[in-house]
């Protein structure tokens, strides 16, 4: 399994706000290095949603936030489309391990 | 435009190795690390190293020494994963992915800020006998 553990779905009608959680531990997210989140739409490569655990890249829209991690993350997307379907996954460096990890990733699905 | 393009679908017999090439369009690749991410059919992102294209230093996770090989010509802005002894498990898509500025040092904070930012569309290796 993952060093980063999500959700393996959820799902939300249109309009809705989902929230996608990252729980790692103390030798990645728990000790303070920042977590990434990327988008995958089906068939498609990842796109980079948020860096530096808050920031948004040049034309994300701003209905994608999360918050700062302690042991947890979570990526929020408030008012869901249906271009939103696919799936999503969190990415932190784990000093233990010396390698950047991925969680399992996220399937939303809208309703 | 920023983008990176990569070579096309690639098949091999178990054992024989694979080389996927990674070329950068619109920027100067030895002014970014360039990392590569896998995906076996139907799971997650793997990662798989980073290489810094202008020193040509890389870093992997265990599980890859010894298997994997990162390097780059920088006079056609193109960097090279090599993935050796291959087996079936090593069926997936390979990414390549435009990580933080080569300016920053793998012991700076700021290069575990900057998430990868530019990825490539992918390339299919399928690995059977």
């Known amino acids: 399994q993952s060093v980063l553990t999500q959700p393996p779905s959820v799902s939300g009608a249109p309009g809705q706000r989902v929230t996608i959680s990252c729980t790692g531990s103390?030798?990645?997210?728990?000790?303070?290095?920042?977590v990434h989140w990327y988008q995958q739409l089906p068939g498609r490569a990842p796109k980079l949603l948020i860096y530096?655990?808050?920031n948004r890249p040049s034309g994300v829209p701003d209905r994608f936030s999360a918050t700062e991690p302690g042991i947890s993350a979570s990526l929020t997307i408030s008012g869901i489309q249906a271009e939103d379907e696919g799936n999503y996954y969190c990415?932190?460096?784990?000093?233990?391990?010396?390698?950047?990890?991925f969680g399992g990733g996220t399937k939303l699905t809208v309703l | 435009q920023v983008q990176l393009v990569q070579s096309g679908a690639e098949m091999r017999r178990p054992g024989a190795s694979v080389r996927v090439s990674c070329r950068a369009s619109?920027?100067?690749?030895?002014?970014?690390?360039l990392h590569w991410v896998r995906q076996a059919p139907g799971r997650g992102l793997e990662w798989m190293g980073w290489?810094?294209?202008?020193?040509?230093?890389?870093n992997f996770p265990q599980k890859f020494q010894g298997s994997v090989t990162l390097t780059r010509d920088t006079s056609s802005d193109t960097a090279y994963l090599e993935l050796g002894r291959l087996t079936p498990d090593d069926s997936a898509v390979y990414f390549c992915?435009?990580?933080?500025?080569?300016?920053?040092?793998?012991?700076?904070?700021?290069?575990?800020?900057?998430?990868?930012?530019?990825w490539g569309q992918g390339t299919a290796v399928t690995v059977s006998s």
């Open positions: 992915a435009r990580g933080p500025s080569s300016v920053f040092s793998d012991s700076s904070v700021y290069f575990y800020y900057y998430g990868l930012d530019v």
């Open positions: 619109g920027y100067t690749l030895s002014d970014y690390y």
């Open positions: 290489i810094d294209p202008k020193s040509g230093g890389a």
């Open positions: 103390t030798s990645n997210l728990g000790a303070g290095n920042h």
């Open positions: 530096g655990s808050t």
């Open positions: 990415q932190s460096y784990d000093s233990s391990l010396s390698s950047w990890v």
